[in-house]
Nanobody, 115 residues
Framework: QPQLVESGGGLGQPGGWLRLSCAAS????????MSWFRQAPGKERELVAT????????EYADSGKGRFTISRDHDQNILNLPMNSLKSEDTAVYYC????????WGQGTQVTVSS
């Protein structure tokens, strides 16, 4: 089973942007749909965005619609999440996994939105 490694988080300004990436080491995403999740302090992990195998269709939670764009690169085996118009409520640890959470969770990448 591949190990998921998320990166790209950090401190973002309200209204700013960050670009998250997820790489699979020791394996590949395969042809599975893939998703980004996030977990804010004191809250349950929530699904943020999902992209299907062919990369042509994606879905977003209301929280990310119009601001986040999930994409995937099969050759590089990377999942991306550019995040624009950041809001304080985007502060969370972000994770990637299949929509059914079938892979082992990675460490996640911390996103903090603050001025």
């Amino acid at each position: 089973q591949p190990q998921l490694v998320e990166s790209g988080g950090g401190l973002g300004q309200p209204g700013g942007w960050l670009r998250l990436s997820c790489a699979a080491s020791g394996g590949a995403f395969g042809r599975s749909s893939m998703s980004w999740f996030r977990q804010a302090p004191g809250k349950e992990r929530e699904l943020v965005a999902t992209i299907v195998s062919d990369g042509f269709n994606s879905e977003y939670a209301d929280s990310g619609k119009g601001r986040f764009t999930i994409s995937r690169d099969h050759d590089q085996n990377i999942l991306n999440l550019p995040m624009n118009s950041l809001k304080s409520e985007d502060t969370a640890v972000y994770y990637c996994n299949t929509p059914w959470s079938t892979l082992d969770w990675g460490q996640g990448t911390q996103v903090t939105v603050s001025s």
